[in-house]
């Protein structure tokens, strides 16, 4: 069984839950994992001489051979307009993390180097100034034996 996403354009004036029952009547409802019926919008060019339509947004798990069967009876009806079914299993770029830019790599690079160099001159401060507490601890006895 593949992941499909299947998105739909129906005709405004239709009952969408005509083409949620044809989808669930293909696929069975324990398959459907999500169907949404998304809002009326405005379409950037007429289709069947409408500039308004209905989307409906389906995922699902499914063989092809019912993808297929899917597509046949899309066809016929005449409330959909238009569809497009994505397998998310082949489909490239989906679920996978970008990889980090190269700039990010130097900047997260230059900032563990700076970390890096501050604590090595606290480092640095730390022998310094524990050198100069001994040196004044030596000065102080050295003039305690030279009061006496």
């Known amino acids: 069984m593949h992941k499909y996403e299947i998105m739909m354009i129906l005709d405004p004036k239709s009952d969408a839950s005509k083409s949620i029952s044809l989808v669930e009547s293909i696929f069975k409802k324990s398959n459907i994992k999500k169907a949404e019926k998304l809002e009326r919008t405005d379409l950037a060019y007429p289709i069947n001489g409408s500039l308004k ?67 090595e001159t606290k480092k640095v401060a730390v022998k310094k100034e524990s050198q100069e507490k001994k040196l004044s601890h030596v000065k102080v006895k050295l003039k305690k034996q030279n009061s006496y």
């Not at 989307?55 to 899309?74: G, H």
Request: glycine content about 2%; cysteine-free; charged content about 40%.
């Open 53 to 119: 339509a209905q989307y409906l947004l389906f995922e699902l798990e499914a063989e092809s051979n019912l993808i297929a069967e899917l597509t046949r009876r899309v066809n016929i009806s005449k409330e959909i307009w238009r569809h497009l079914v994505i397998n998310l299993d082949t489909e490239k770029g989906y679920g996978k993390v970008k990889k980090e830019s190269r700039r990010a790599k130097f900047e997260e690079k230059k900032r563990i180097q700076k970390v890096v160099k501050n604590d």
